[in-house]
T-cell receptor, first 115, second 113 residues
Framework: DTGVSQDPRHKITKRGQNVTFRCDPI?????LYWYRQTLGQGPEFLTY????????KSRLLSDRFSAERPKGSFSTLEIQRTEQGDSAMYLC?????????????FGQGTRLTVV | GESVGLHLPTLSVQEGDNSIINCAYS??????FIWYKQESGKGPQFIID?????DKRQGQRVTVLLNKTVKHLSLQIAATQPGDSAVYFC????????????FGAGTRLAVHP
């Protein structure tokens, strides 16, 4: 596997339930990002990890959202007590810190529908 | 799959023509820019990037132009093909850390045979 992998691709859940998504970045990439995208909009930054450290969180990330990257490899994004407004595509991206470029490569996303 | 960008501005071109997609970015402190292509139901795909110390960069069939004076980016696609049909986003990264990208609203490119 040479790309960013996300699981599941689609998730339908009832309002109030908890959901967890997984992201496996490109293996040598030490930076991992979560974004959210709603229809008709560009992706919006949620949070960023460098190795296992969560270095930045957006104000979009309410207390119901939590992200982890326990061993600096895969990451999980959990949403507790889901609301209909959480329905969106959740995108994971990874990049390799170098002296210059920081091109981020995205996964296919997890489409969440809260009913 | 679901359609990305249901109400985005649309650029319609004939196959074989050149396409120019424009983007106004927001932060004068941004020093790194990326163009992404997103097809329906898929994640954004990296196309080309440019740093703020350059005003032009060329790839295979694509050229990115950067005008820092007016905070404007453009993506030129030569000899546009049906496979180029997608939504295109520009993204900017504010200097001081290669952390997060701020995405523009996107433009849908429709290529007609």
């Amino acid at each position: 596997d040479t790309g960013v992998s996300q699981d599941p691709r689609h998730k339908i859940t009832k309002r109030g339930q908890n959901v967890t998504f997984r992201c496996d970045p490109i293996s040598e990439h030490n930076r991992l990002y979560w974004y959210r995208q709603t229809l008709g909009q560009g992706p919006e930054f949620l949070t960023y990890f460098q190795n296992e450290a969560q270095l930045e969180k957006s104000r979009l990330l309410s207390d119901r959202f939590s992200a982890e990257r326990p061993k600096g490899s895969f990451s999980t994004l959990e949403i507790q007590r889901t609301e209909q407004g959480d329905s969106a595509m959740y995108l994971c991206a990874s990049s390799l810190r170098t002296g210059g470029k920081a091109e981020a490569f995205f996964g296919q996303g997890t489409r969440l529908t809260v009913v | 799959g679901e359609s990305v960008g249901l109400h985005l501005p649309t650029l319609s071109v004939q196959e074989g023509d050149n396409s120019i997609i424009n983007c106004a970015y927001s932060n004068s402190a941004s020093d790194y820019f990326i163009w992404y292509k997103q097809e329906s139901g898929k994640g954004p795909q990296f196309i080309i990037d440019i740093r703020s110390n350059m005003d032009k960069r060329q790839g295979q069939r694509v050229t990115v132009l950067l005008n820092k004076t007016v905070k404007h980016l453009s993506l030129q696609i030569a000899a546009t093909q049906p496979g180029d049909s997608a939504v295109y986003f520009c993204a900017e990264n504010v200097s001081g850390g290669y952390n997060k990208l701020i995405f523009g609203a996107g433009t849908r490119l429709a290529v007609h045979p």
